[in-house]
């Protein structure tokens, strides 16, 4: 086997020399970088100043800044209604309140897991891996498995029914739909950040804590002074990632509820999958993606900023 890949790169090594290998084995993946991402990524650019329903580029016209400005149109970005795309807006809408509150479930709780899984408990193993086995499962056997949970005869009806209450429609109404988007998709993803956050505990030194109970320290004070302060730079990772995450969120969406009911848990990226493969206005889905990511870009340099002044701090 080693005479084969020395019959392969021998030659190359002759030709380009030791110091140019590095860029034949980067190739390969630079190639699949260029076809899957980078080059959709332009097509997706192209689309966005043209119209038309053929996804053929030569069949589609150019007409500028058109379907941006289509977007745009509002007398109130506040009021999707009097907007030209309204279900732009009301996914706008969603997904900004779907970050912020998954965020947030997603910090505490995670944290809150991580303090309780870095103490010496019994079967703290088994606990660890049970957190995290959410993680390992596809989005979509996830949202299955919370919809055959809430659906009119699923198992959380059965029992309310046989505690003697009512059936709640909890993917019918618009506000059990969005309560239930948040919490599943939290509790799918909350495993990944607390192991993050748990490495990040780990990695304070117990000294600390020692010289802090010499000090006459307890348990809030230390959490307040050495374990928040230490934890900041990992706790700005798991705000980043899960960002990015929330505002990605698609799949497990679209099998839960499938952004209903009406527009209640219509979310950005399900705005551009339905506008483009759906109603096949390609150009006004790759304007709203360029849109989305404007705002990722903005996100990502404010994030990085706040993460150099968290390290230097």
Known sequence: ML????YVFEPLEKRFG???????????????????ILLPMLLNFYYGFTAGDSILLGNRRFIGTDNIAKLLDCVSIFDPSTCNQDR??????????????????????????????????????FFRSMFFYPVLLSPVVVALIWKWLLQQDGLLNAVIVSAGGTRVPFLLDGGWAQFWV????????????????????????????????????????????????????????????????????FDHVYVLTNGGPGSATLYIVQYIYTTAFQNRNYGLAAAASLLLALVLMILTVFQLRLGRRVDAA
């Open 182 to 249: 948040i919490v599943s998709g939290a509790w799918a993803q909350m495993g990944f950040f607390t192991l993050i956050l748990l490495a990040g505990l780990q990695s304070i030194p117990p000294d600390l804590y020692e010289a802090g109970q010499i000090d006459g320290t307890n348990p809030l004070t230390s959490f307040r002074f050495i374990t928040l302060p230490l934890l900041m730079p990992t706790m700005f990772v798991v705000l980043v990632l899960s960002i990015i995450r929330a505002v990605q969120i």
């Open 18 to 36: 030791f110091q140019r290998m590095a860029y034949i084995f980067l190739l390969p993946n630079m190639l699949i970088f260029g076809i899957f």
């Open 88 to 125: 732009f807006w009301r996914g706008v809408g969603n997904t900004g309140l779907f970050v912020v509150t998954e965020v947030a479930l997603i910090v505490v709780f995670g944290l809150i897991t991580a303090l309780a899984l870095n103490r010496k408990l019994f079967g703290r193993g």
């Open 3 to 6: 005479g084969v890949f020395d």
